[in-house]
């Protein structure tokens, strides 16, 4: 929910639909509406990370589409290399830094774009399905849904 509403804040901001003296107020009722918290004030609310304050916009959503590719690339491993559940579980990472290396490293920033590499590398582009069925499954068990 938290890149959601940034998001949304960010996107009024930038179109002019809402000030920048505005953030503060705006977070805070985000957050009561989506979360059902306020924060006790503005150091845990709308300045609790660097990115506005240091000008960087356009982030939180970076960071969403970082995660559905790096589900996409690790279904792909999975299906690449034996028993890599079971190396990881024993801390043995050597054969996933290999296709890390092989697969994403020595070709990322060769190819034109990222959903190019994840369409080389999986077969499709970027896919939302298989994030959400990983959210899924490990939120069921987590909290037992």
Partial sequence: MHIILRYEIEKDLISGKIQVDQL???WNEKMKQYLGIVPK???EGVLQDVHWSSGSFGYFPTYTLGAIYACQYFQQAEKEIPDL???MAAGDFKALRAWLKEKIHQKGSFTPSGD???KQITGSGLNATQFIEYLTKKYT???NL
């Fill in 116 to 118: 190019e590499l994840v």
């Fill in 85 to 87: 559940n079971e190396k």
């Fill in 24 to 26: 503060p107020q705006i």
């Fill in 141 to 143: 068990k987590l909290y």
């Fill in 41 to 43: 004030d503005d150091s």
